[in-house]
């Protein structure tokens, strides 16, 4: 199991009590998860949409380290682009969703939680929306 990017950054969000809520939950319940890399590296860099809220750089790498005593890091390898460029190539997947589902499909994730990465490509694994 994997946890897109946006599940850790509704985690953090305020704005969306309910959807904090929920994905604050699925990360407690989440035991058997993987961080994957690519996930930890556009986490920081999306938590610029905090900042409004008084999230700041140091937060967001603070709360990173937090995932990560949760959940092992699954650093990608080198089959993992070739599959992401056939994901997007092939089958029209973005650029930074056909690595995420590589990356899943490299790590052997099942499940890939997101609000927003599409699940029809082929060996990909099984992607929930927890919002919905």
Request: hydrophobic share 45%; net charge negative.
């Amino acid at each position: 199991m994997a946890l897109d990017t946006n599940v850790l950054i509704y985690a953090c969000d305020r704005s969306s009590p309910e959807r904090q809520k929920r994905a604050a939950e699925l990360v407690e319940r989440a035991t058997d998860g993987v961080l994957l890399w690519q996930v930890a590296c556009e986490f920081v860099a999306a938590s610029r949409k905090l900042a409004g809220q008084g999230f700041t750089p140091l937060d967001a790498w603070n709360r990173l380290a937090e995932f990560q005593a949760l959940f092992p890091l699954v650093q990608p390898g080198h089959g993992m682009l070739h599959y992401a460029r056939d994901l997007h190539l092939s089958q029209g997947v973005s650029f930074w969703d056909s690595m995420i589902l590589a990356a899943c499909a490299e790590a052997g994730v099942e499940i890939l939680y997101s609000e927003d990465v599409p699940g029809f490509a082929i060996g990909s694994p099984k992607v929930v929306n927890p919002f919905v």
